[in-house]
């Protein structure tokens, strides 16, 4: 079977190498706490965009720190009684995408949530009211502040877990079918919604993102998605003194310690070519799930399009 990682029996038993925070659970349970407190002040839009059948919005809500978060909402017309929804979370630097991509969920009977991650491509305002991209560095971003709780992914992995809890309390929405689901960062924004909003019922998580950040440095795949931890010890650890330091705080937004959080039914896809986000990575997070959950292995595939994986993650979601 080809792998450019450790082999697929041995991916199976591995526990990862990032350090964890001592105080990690704590870390999300005070983080946990100041979202709670947020007033989301929703709103929704009616879209330029429009289709048969569906209404369209633009959703916005108040985040952490007081971003203003975007997301395409698509629902059915005319509904009666509650329906299931979708969370959609999308790859690193992009944004929610087109509307029509969506249509088809609503079109089966779903509402549909698809976020645009603060600071990255879609409508999203970054912290100071920056609206669009402010890509470079989201992962190293707040590791120079002695205070954990300013790194931005903390912030991002609240907001799908903001998202999650308004969308449960939609009348038309049926709380016990909430769903989430994306790749790369997609992936790892699903993994942390279900970790930080235990009542999301079903997940798929496609090669997800930000999972043992030792491993891929370890690798030498410190390129590409991962380019800014280069970045990072050239321009602030040029002789690597803080090595263990930087890579412990990265642990409170590493997704293998959020992991065994959640509840929900979740299946992680994982291409075993892939070297954007090498299969161990995934695998660091995926062994420390104690849910009900399902391992789908693409053997000669890497970080790209997979097919069949949209129609089972549709059967997986409505049909199961």
Same mark, same amino acid.
């Given at each position: 079977m080809p792998c450019l990682d450790m082999p697929l029996s041995e991916l199976k038993k591995y526990q990862g190498m990032n350090p964890k925070p001592a105080d990690h659970d704590?870390?999300?349970?005070?983080?946990?706490? *100041?979202?709670?407190?947020?007033?989301?002040?929703?709103? +929704?839009? =009616?879209?330029?965009?429009?289709?048969?059948?569906?209404?369209?919005?633009?959703?916005? +809500?108040?985040?952490?720190?007081?971003? &203003?978060? !975007?997301?395409? !909402?698509? &629902?059915? @017309?005319?509904?009666? %009684?509650?329906? =299931?929804?979708?969370?959609?979370f999308h790859g690193y630097s992009g944004?929610?995408?087109?509307?029509?991509?969506?249509?088809?969920?609503? @079109?089966?009977?779903?509402a549909i949530f698809a976020l645009d991650v603060r600071g990255q491509a879609g409508k999203s305002e970054d912290v100071g009211g920056v609206i669009g991209n402010t890509l470079n560095g989201h992962i190293i971003r707040g590791l120079e502040n002695d205070d954990p709780h300013k790194l931005l992914f903390r912030d991002i992995f609240l907001?799908?877990? *903001?998202?999650?809890?308004?969308?449960? %309390?939609?009348?038309?929405?049926? *709380?016990?079918?909430?769903? @989430? +689901?994306g790749g790369s960062q997609g992936g790892a924004l699903t993994i942390a919604c279900a970790s930080l909003e235990p009542r999301i019922s079903k997940a798929v998580a496609v090669f997800p993102f930000l999972c043992d950040y030792k491993r891929v440095w370890d690798m030498d795949l410190d390129k590409d998605a991962y380019a800014e931890l280069k970045k990072y010890f050239r321009d602030f650890d040029p002789r690597h003194e803080r090595e263990e330091e930087i890579f412990t705080k990265l642990g409170y937004i590493d997704l293998q310690f959020l992991a065994p959080r959640i509840k929900a039914d979740l299946i992680m896809v994982t291409g075993l070519r892939d070297n954007i986000c090498p299969p161990s990575t995934q695998f660091a997070a995926y062994n420390k799930m104690t849910c009900n959950k399902k391992s789908v292995i693409y053997p000669d595939f890497g970080h790209e399009g997979l097919p069949q994986c949209d129609d089972m993650t549709y059967d997986f979601f409505m049909n199961n």
């Open positions: 704590e870390y999300w349970e005070k983080a946990l706490k *100041e979202m709670n407190v947020v007033n989301p002040e929703t709103e +929704f839009i =009616p879209a330029d965009f429009k289709a048969a059948g569906v209404e369209c919005y633009d959703m916005y +809500f108040t985040g952490v720190n007081g971003a &203003r978060i !975007h997301c395409k !909402h698509i &629902r059915p @017309a005319n509904i009666e %009684g509650k329906i =299931p929804a979708v969370l959609q944004s929610c995408g087109d509307w029509l991509q969506k249509v088809s969920w609503a @079109a089966t009977g779903c907001d799908t877990a *903001e998202l999650a809890k308004i969308v449960m %309390g939609l009348d038309f929405v049926d *709380e016990k079918k909430v769903f @989430a +689901f």
